[in-house]
């Protein structure tokens, strides 16, 4: 059976930097929903149109087609005290905590943009006694990525995959812990929710 609009595809991969520095090998296979779903990278899905069970390729994913360009504005340095300890590097917060005095504020003079950037998820990575530095960029934002991939497996999606836009076995890629000089406090980096960009569900 060939991939193509609403099949379910299988996949083991090995992904790397543009230096060949490996980031994470699959244990078990990736499984998406082929065909616009968000399920994968377009250039992956464009790759892979019209292959079959066996078929195996490398790509190199500049960061403009894979989790974006590192953006200075998503790191933000705050006060601990606005944060519930204890706090570990890693840590993940929606938004930056508000005081009360800062929830009176914004209620008034509401921005759409802090809106957005509430909305964002940070992630903890570096502590000091009296500040905390977040990140809202992806781990990966910025980085050119490098995958050999083969498809094991290509079956017809249901009804209820299609309609729900997902597969319902879907499994995303999985980046492990690192050793700290090479990927430090690199997490799962896919959300659970199937309609964010740029990820691999």
């Known amino acids: 059976m060939k991939i193509e609009k609403n099949t379910v595809v299988s996949l083991i991969y090995r992904l790397t930097d543009a230096q060949d520095n490996l980031i994470e090998e699959s244990s078990d296979p990736m499984v998406y929903l082929h065909g616009g779903y968000a399920g994968t990278f377009p250039k992956i899905e464009e790759l892979l149109e019209s292959q079959e069970i066996g078929f195996e390729t490398k790509v190199q994913l500049e960061p403009q087609d894979a989790f974006g360009e590192y953006d200075a504005e998503l790191l933000r340095i705050e006060n601990r005290d606005r944060f519930p300890e204890p ?52 781990p990966l934002a910025g980085i050119a990525l490098r995958f050999w991939l083969q498809v094991t497996d290509v079956r017809p999606a249901s009804t209820e995959e299609i309609e729900n836009g997902r597969a319902n076995d879907q499994i995303g890629l999985q980046v492990d812990q690192f050793e700290e000089e090479d990927y430090e406090n690199l997490d799962d980096l896919l959300p659970p929710e199937s309609d964010r960009p740029g990820t691999l569900h």
């Open 87 to 138: 706090l570990e590097v890693g840590m993940q917060f929606e938004g930056i905590p508000s005081t009360d005095e800062e929830e009176d504020e914004n209620a008034e003079f509401a921005d759409p943009d802090d809106e957005d950037l509430d909305s964002l998820i940070y992630t903890i990575t570096d502590l000091a006694e009296d500040r905390v530095v977040l990140d809202a960029n992806h």
